[in-house]
């Protein structure tokens, strides 16, 4: 059983919005983090967005700071990332993630991560 799944993500024009959600069903993966990375052709996915999963705490990329929000959905095992505003270089397909952060930093992904979800495709056209 796959511990993360991705939803949602798709094609969109500038300034529009998506919901990406992930639903965690084995709670032997979770870390204190949860969140999302992004990865472009021919760079290193970078963390976009991300959530403590005891306490709630958020923590964003500075790029997408005041468009995106992630949030908790504890009747669905699930987290959501609302992104609005889109911009071009939103584009990219994003994974959901579970982490442990020994620092607290949840955009430090440094510890490694427990369990990747599938990955869901972003497009923002221009």
């Known amino acids: 059983q796959v511990p993360l799944v991705e939803s949602g993500g798709g094609s969109v024009q500038a300034g529009g919005s998506l919901r990406v959600s992930c639903e965690f069903s084995?709670?032997?993966?979770?870390?204190?983090?949860m969140g999302w990375l992004r990865q472009v052709p021919g760079k290193e996915r970078e963390g976009v967005a991300a959530?403590?999963?005891?306490?709630?705490?958020?923590f964003y990329a500075d790029s997408v700071k005041g468009r995106f929000t992630i949030s908790p959905d504890n009747a669905k095992n699930a987290v959501h990332l609302q992104m609005d505003s889109l911009r071009p270089d939103d584009s990219g397909m994003y994974y959901c993630a579970t982490w442990g952060s020994s620092g607290g930093d949840c955009m430090d992904h440094s510890n490694g991560i427990h369990a990747w979800g599938q990955g869901t495709l972003v497009t923002v056209s221009s």
């Open positions: 084995d709670y032997r993966y979770m870390g204190n983090c």
């Open positions: 959530i403590r999963t005891g306490g709630y705490t958020t």
